[in-house]
């Protein structure tokens, strides 16, 4: 296994972008059939290796790319997301594949139903590839805790690729997607995005329908895009964003053109760094990466200045604490009765419901239930969910003051480039504090993505995340534009 051997052997042509794909229709020099096709040839030589697909959807798949072929043969307009090949995370509900959420205790499970975002991509024009792989009810930094297997990293193929949306990230690294669906709970699309080397968007909390997704912590999940660059990423959340009146906690705000505001001059923007993400901790070749984004955006005429988040030490505690309680209370409903395993041995209904959930759950989701049960414990809920609660209030506020001072804030994505497979799984705690970067941002409820930011010396993958202010996604991903070009 050596750097780089996955992408040798699936990248057979150019890689595709949502741009060049509608250009293609539009001369005729691509049909939309023929590329879902080399799509699912490249999967089928990669995935046994790279383990990003859990299910294929090719017969919907094919319906769809050869409406769209009919619509471009007419020379009919074309929907903005034309024949462009996506997968979605396992977490979420897509009409007659599977769903596991990467969970035994969903084996056999088939949505009767579209997730809100997969029946919004497939509305534009969208070619709906499969589900795709992650962590166990999304729970995890590393893609390890799937019960079907991990994903390699298909940059260095003895790497995790972060996660939990880690099938997500490296399908768009390994071209077997031009974009993606994934979820972010307290990092699960930056962090991997970050790890593979893609584009990953965590949308503000209400932008985008969370209805169709199986839950982990209501009041954190948010569902959003993978591309290749940060144009295609601002054009599926074009189409992911706006009010669902099957989702009460979606905003009716109206959503920005995303796409159009990319082309206004970023001159005279204020950039915030905060000085508790550069402590301790931080690898020095990603520390440097940091430095030369900053560099380039004061070139780019930014102002680029420090700002001070005070609560950040606290994040990563009142993250699991706020995660795990809600996860407890969410997971409630596997219990073998409405949904996939039923442990059938047993005898009567409450060892039917334990034996279910002893069988189902890996170690990891059943940790989580345990601590998340604790802290909502009488006698304990005080001390322990309570006061999360309120400290989640003090990281946001740290946030809504330090957006008076600046329009966008860029941090390391990450303290480390993506680790070994297997260096972390014994110790959940190290795996908790990788998390610092990407928590505080889910817990504030604002906007963040990861902007590839050059590899290190050993070539592999920098993110740098970019953080806006809640519903400020454009001028999020108008700096996001402005780093990748650095
Ligand atoms: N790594 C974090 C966790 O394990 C975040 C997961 C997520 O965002 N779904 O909870």
Redesign the pocket.
């Known amino acids: 296994m050596t750097t780089g051997a996955a992408t040798d052997k699936t990248t057979t042509t150019k890689r595709a972008t949502i741009r060049s794909v509608r250009m293609g229709l539009e001369s005729g020099t691509v049909q939309a059939a023929t590329l879902a096709a080399e799509h699912y040839d490249r999967i089928a030589l990669a995935n046994p290796e790279l383990n990003c697909y859990l299910a294929l959807s090719r017969d919907r798949a094919m319906a769809q790319a050869e409406q769209i072929d009919a619509l471009a043969a007419k020379g009919d307009p074309l929907p903005t997301l034309a024949g462009v090949p996506v997968g979605v995370k396992d977490v979420l509900a897509m009409r007659g594949a599977p769903a596991t959420a990467g969970s035994k205790i969903l084996e056999g499970y088939l949505p009767p139903y579209d997730a809100t975002v997969v029946a919004r991509l497939e509305a534009a024009g969208a070619v709906l590839l499969g589900k795709l792989n992650c ?1 166990e009810f ?4 590393s893609n390890e805790n799937s019960a079907y297997g991990p994903v390699r990293n298909p940059v260095a193929l003895d790497r995790v690729p972060g ?2 949306s880690g099938g997500s990230a490296a399908a768009v690294a390994a071209d077997l997607a031009v974009a993606s669906l994934g ?6 699309i930056r ?1 991997p995005a970050a790890f593979c080397g893609v584009v990953g968007v965590l949308p503000t909390y209400g932008r985008v329908s969370r209805y169709g997704l199986i839950a ?1 912590a209501s009041s954190l999940d948010r569902v959003g895009p993978f591309a290749t660059d940060v144009r295609d990423a601002a054009t599926v959340l074009e189409v992911l964003a706006g009010e669902d009146a099957a989702d009460a906690t979606s905003s009716d705000r109206p959503v920005d053109g995303y796409v159009a505001a990319l082309d206004r001059p970023l001159a005279g923007l204020r950039v915030g760094v905060p000085d508790e993400y550069l402590g301790e901790g931080l690898d020095p070749e990603i520390r440097s990466a940091v430095e030369r984004v900053l560099d380039g955006l004061r070139a780019a005429g930014c102002e680029v200045k420090g700002v001070s988040l005070p609560h950040t030490r606290y994040a990563v505690p009142t993250y699991y604490v706020l ?1 795990t309680a809600e996860a407890s209370s969410n997971l409630s409903r596997f219990d073998g009765v409405r949904f996939g395993l039923r442990a059938e041995q047993a005898k009567t209904l409450g060892t039917m419901f334990r034996e279910t959930r002893e069988e189902g759950f890996g170690a990891e989701v059943k940790r989580r239930i345990l601590l998340g049960t604790y802290v909502l414990s009488a006698g304990y809920y005080d001390a322990y969910y309570r006061k999360a609660q309120q400290v989640r209030t003090l990281i946001t506020r740290d946030f809504l003051e330090a957006f008076r001072e600046v329009d966008a804030m860029v941090t390391p994505m990450t303290p480390t480039p993506p680790f070994r497979l297997g260096e972390k799984v014994d110790d959940p705690v190290s795996m ?1 504090l990788a ?1 610092i970067y ?1 928590v505080a941002a ?1 817990l504030a409820g604002i906007c963040g993505m990861s902007v590839p930011a050059g590899v290190t010396a050993a070539g592999l993958p920098i993110g740098v995340q970019v953080l806006g202010r809640h519903f400020d996604e454009a001028t999020m991903l108008r700096v996001g534009l402005a780093v990748e070009g650095l």
Do not use: K, V
């Open positions: 962590d999304a729970m995890g930094s996660g939990s979820t972010d709970t307290g990092g699960s962090q982990f995660a908790y998390d990407t889910s």
